[in-house]
């Protein structure tokens, strides 16, 4: 009888199955199926001599094997689960006739038909019955070729050699590196030892890195993990593969929250080392994938965000110093130019104003609707995120990279394209936040349009300002001067002649609205923190002032206004976030701390607040304190650590009065002032008169018109 085994690369048709299966019988051949379908997908009661879910067996092998296999093609993901599977292969070496069901099944009837040369490798049903048909009809010719065929091809057999012992080699590697080997302390320093022994070829030591890293990782030993591969870097000559190992080094670490800056700074520098060497050679490509690794090793979120120092704010010319060396990064950061200046304010019509950003509108507001409503403005509101052409460019950094670096002209082009019209519209582009929209902005000559880039502080701590060609930006607002000064020191180009005319204004905001009576005989013991859904706002250190009231006098306690951090942000978030709950859980129950969490009503939540903190390490402006201390609160502002002690920071921003050095300064200015009720009232009286006619709105609007309009 013929053996006939048919192959489905997808689900068969039951109907066309069903009727395949009678023709196959009533040829006189018995049928086995084996393929990538569910086991219910096949009824029981067709007459098949076999049934072998392959999608089942492969479940069986676990998730790291169905994980490997799914990043194959089709085809080769059903042979690489035909393979593995005994059964299958047991009836493909008995088989007289190898069917295909579907395109997707021909490469592996085509792998079978190598091991067993005896049999018939057909693609579809007809096919296949006429070979059952032929060997019914000859069947000594038949008995004849499969003796002269038993063996399987030599270079199937070789093939099937090889593949088993890297099988067997690479099983006997996995489980003599296996997360539970590295949790014994023999096991990581046995391991940490071969991946740095002498004579291994570098690529056959990055590969033994990189698992033993990963398995150090998933048993506990994260330092390990990070070590082994930086162990594997440094005795690694390829400086392409040297470069890549350093950086996965430095991003495990940073996974663990921790940072080891030299080994940070070592893994950008190769970075920019290869840079420079594919630079060199026209390769345009390569080049910003290596500059794109260096930045987003020199300004991970964990280093400058989720940390209450960074590497930056205290030596930005020391931290910048390598990329200003590099002269792939040089290129890229290049001034391009422009064909003319920037056209004057036109007189006899309205100026055309383009207002535009990446998602955060959070400051534009009180700006569009003064514009909106003002007789000499025509305004347009451009959100590049909304924007189905816009967003993909506008994501494209490392493309962004490559352009500047003469490659991907059809990036140009199309940038090129997309923006023309809102350049040919406009007078003047107001871009706010100098992130990605400043950067696409300035990757076209504008002509005659009038760029305005305004830099909040967020920007200043990423890749994004190296990224735009400054020479195309006519002027920079900042919120402040430690924000100007800082940026100036990453940026030398501010300082030369044809730099970005600087503007500092302050954030537009409508502080009529906050002030409103206080509610309640406990206000003037309330201390309100608006804000601390990130580690910058060190919400901690504003603990640490309750801590020393309330050893004075237990009426005081903290409001929190605002969500909580994100700790899905990183490791480092994720750190301080747990000493912030454990601080939280010894004062939360006593009613010592209240958290309000996200409010739509500001106004309404800081009418409860007598004192406004702002305990951050870094800000731009703080929007949040100055509209407590218009609402009437006490302001007590920290010296922002990240500025403190340079020519402008917080002590110059505000009324020196209001500014502390220490936990225990501000405990003290706020146990003087809130002594009495009169004390309270007048302090709190003069600090809103301040805010209101130096901040509100009505008062900064002005300087808006004067940059925008030239009045």
């Given amino acids: 009888m013929t053996r006939v085994l048919l192959i489905a690369g997808t689900p068969p048709q039951p109907a066309v199955l069903q009727a395949s299966l009678e023709k196959f019988r009533a040829a006189g051949a018995t049928v086995e199926l084996a393929g990538l379908f569910a086991p219910d997908d096949i009824a ?190 440094r005795r690694t000559a390829g400086r392409v593969l040297r470069a890549e ?107 055309r104003l383009l207002v535009t950003t990446y998602s955060n509108t959070n400051f534009l507001h009180p700006i569009r609707e ?28 490392q493309r962004m990279m490559e352009y500047r670096l003469g490659g991907r002209p059809a990036f140009g082009d199309q940038a090129e394209e997309v923006l023309r019209p809102h350049l040919d519209w406009a007078d003047t582009v107001f871009v706010d936040w100098c992130t990605n929209a ?78 409103r009576e206080k509610s309640g005989g406990d206000a003037r013991f309330t201390l309100g923190l608006i804000g601390a859904g990130v580690v910058a706002k060190d919400p901690r250190w504003a603990l640490e002032v309750l801590r020393l009231l309330r050893e004075h006098d237990e009426r005081y306690r903290l409001v929190v206004i605002g969500g909580g951090l994100d700790r899905k942000a990183s490791a480092a978030a994720r750190a301080y976030d747990d000493l912030l709950q454990r601080d939280l859980a010894g004062l939360e129950p006593t009613g010592a701390v209240r958290l309000l969490g996200r409010t739509e009503d500001v106004p309404a939540a800081l009418t409860g607040v007598g004192v406004i903190l702002s305990s951050s390490v870094r800000e731009s402006f703080h929007c949040g304190l100055v509209e407590g201390a218009a609402s009437g609160a006490l302001p007590v502002v920290r010296d922002w650590p990240f500025f403190a002690g340079k020519e402008h920071g917080a002590r110059t921003l505000f009324p020196a009065d209001w500014v502390v050095g220490s936990p225990r300064e501000a405990a003290d200015r706020v146990l003087a002032l809130t002594a009495t009720e009169e004390k309270w009232r007048e302090a709190t009286a003069d600090a809103a008169e301040h805010a209101l006619t130096t901040w509100d709105w009505s008062v900064i609007s002005p300087e808006f018109d004067r940059l925008l309009l030239g009045d």
């Fill in 44 to 233: 029981p009661d067709l007459g098949l001599a076999g049934v072998r879910s392959l999608t089942e067996a492969a479940a069986e092998r676990g998730r790291p094997f169905v994980k490997r296999a799914a990043q194959l093609s089709a085809p080769r993901r059903t042979w690489a689960w035909a393979e593995r599977d005994r059964q299958v292969r047991g009836w493909g070496r008995r088989a007289h006739v190898l069917v295909a069901l579907d395109a997707t099944a021909v490469y592996t009837v085509w792998r079978l038909a190598r091991w067993n040369r005896r049999a018939h490798a057909v693609f579809g049903v007809a096919p296949a019955l006429r070979a059952v048909e032929e060997r019914r009809e000859r069947p000594v010719r038949h008995a004849l070729r499969d003796v002269s065929r038993a063996v399987p091809s030599p270079v199937a057999a070789a093939r099937s050699t090889r593949q088993a012992a890297r099988r067997v080699a690479g099983g006997a590697l996995r489980r003599a590196s296996s997360p539970a080997v590295m949790r014994t302390a023999l096991g990581a320093r046995s391991w940490r030892g071969v991946v740095a022994a002498p004579g291994v070829p570098d690529r056959l030591r990055a590969e033994l890195a990189r698992r033993v890293s990963l398995s150090m990782a998933e048993g506990g030993r994260r330092a390990g993990a990070t070590m082994v591969l930086h162990d594997a870097a």
């Fill in 245 to 351: 190992l350093l950086a996965e080094a430095a991003r495990a670490d940073l996974a663990r929250g921790h940072d080891d800056a030299a080994l940070r700074r070592s893994a950008y520098e190769e970075a920019l080392t290869v840079a420079d060497h594919r630079y060199a050679r026209g390769d345009a490509t390569g080049a910003a994938a290596s500059l794109s690794s260096a930045l987003t090793l020199a300004f991970p979120r964990a280093v400058h965000f989720d940390a209450l120092t960074s590497p930056l704010a205290t030596d930005p010319a020391g931290y910048l110093a390598p990329f200003r060396a590099s002269t792939a990064f040089r290129a890229m950061t290049a001034p391009r130019g422009r064909t003319s200046p920037a056209a004057p304010v036109p007189a006899g019509r309205p100026l």
């Fill in 370 to 397: 003064r514009y909106a409503d003002h007789p000499g403005v025509e305004i347009r509101f451009l959100d590049m995120k909304d924007d189905e052409t816009l967003r993909p460019l506008a994501r494209g950094a």
């Fill in 438 to 515: 400043a950067a696409l902005f300035t990757l076209v000559d504008p002509g005659t349009t009038r760029i305005v880039v305004r830099l909040h502080s967020y920007e200043a701590f990423t890749l994004w300002p190296h990224l735009v060609d400054l020479d195309r930006v006519d002027d920079l607002v900042f919120v402040g001067d430690h924000l100007r000064d800082l940026v100036a020191d990453c940026l030398p180009r501010l300082r030369e002649p044809g730099a970005p005319a600087p503007h500092v204004i302050a954030n537009a905001m409508d502080l009529g609205r906050f002030r």
